[in-house]
T-cell receptor, first 112, second 114 residues
C-alpha cells in the first residue's frame, strides 16, 4: 500500500503566478487534510476535505487559496497570485476514518 | 478547542543519555494525542499515539510516552539517545471521535552530541 503521495516535491514560482499542489491519499482513505509549515514553525492546519466536500476550511486564508478533492483524482491545493509570504512547506495528510493521519513528504514552495 | 504546548524549542543530550521532550495539552473533550518526528526536508512520521487505551504508549525507535490526565501531559521519553534521533519532534492533539484537524505544538529540535 503506497503512502500519501505529493507532487511536485519542490515548486518554484515567481510572484503573481499560480501554484498547484497535488495530493494522492493512501488507498482507502477518504479524508484529506492540508497543513502549512512556515520556516522554523510548526504545522498549521489549512483545510479538511472529504470526497467532493470541504468539511473545515477554517485555516485557509480568505483570498487566493482554494482546495478541492474531486470524486476522481488527487486533492488539489491552489494558490493564485503567489507572494513571497506563501513560501513554505505544504503537507497533505490522509486518514481512513478521521483520526490517525498519515503524512505525505510535502511540497516545498519557493516564491521568487 | 484543543491546544498543545511544547516546553523547550531546543533540547540537547549526549549520546546514550535519557531523552525527555515535554508536551502539555489542553482539551475540552478527551483527547487523542500524537508524537511525530520530522527529519530535515522530510515529512512527518508517526512515533506513537494515545487513543484512550493504555496510558503508557510504546512507539517506534524505542520511544514511549505516558498520558497523565492529572497533569495534562504527554511527555516523550527514550532511555538512551542515539545520534540518529536528532530531528524535530512535534506533539499534536485531536478531539476524540471527531474527524478533525490536528493541532500541533511548535516543535522541539533534539540535538544529540557525542
Amino acid at each position: 500500500n503506497a503512502g500519501v503521495m505529493q507532487n511536485p516535491r519542490h515548486l518554484v514560482r515567481r510572484r503573481g503566478q499560480e501554484a498547484r499542489l497535488r495530493c494522492s491519499p493512501m488507498k482507502g482513505h477518504s479524508h484529506v487534510y492540508w497543513y502549512r509549515q512556515l520556516p522554523e514553525e510548526g504545522l498549521k492546519f489549512m483545510v479538511y476535505l472529504q470526497k467532493e466536500n470541504i468539511i473545515d476550511e477554517s485555516g485557509m486564508p480568505k483570498e487566493r487559496f482554494s482546495a478541492e478533492f474531486p470524486k476522481e483524482g488527487p486533492s488539489i491545493l491552489r494558490i493564485q497570485q503567489v507572494v513571497r509570504g506563501d513560501s513554505a512547506a505544504y503537507f497533505c495528510a490522509s486518514s481512513p476514518q478521521g483520526d490517525e493521519q498519515f503524512f505525505g513528504p510535502g511540497t516545498r514552495l519557493t516564491v521568487l | 478547542a484543543q491546544s498543545v504546548t511544547q516546553l523547550g524549542s531546543h533540547v540537547s543530550v549526549s549520546e546514550g543519555a535519557l531523552v525527555l521532550l515535554r508536551c502539555n495539552y489542553s482539551s475540552s473533550v478527551p483527547p487523542y494525542l500524537f508524537w511525530y518526528v520530522q527529519y530535515p526536508n522530510q515529512g512527518l512520521q508517526l512515533l506513537l499515539k494515545y487513543t484512550s487505551a493504555a496510558t503508557l504508549v510504546k512507539g517506534i525507535n524505542g520511544f514511549e510516552a505516558e498520558f497523565k490526565k492529572s497533569e495534562t501531559s504527554f511527555h516523550l521519553t527514550k532511555p538512551s539517545a542515539h545520534m540518529s534521533d536528532a530531528a524535530e519532534y512535534f506533539c499534536a492533539v485531536i478531539a476524540t471521535g471527531t474527524a478533525s484537524k490536528l493541532t500541533f505544538g511548535t516543535g522541539t529540535r533534539l540535538q544529540v552530541t557525542l
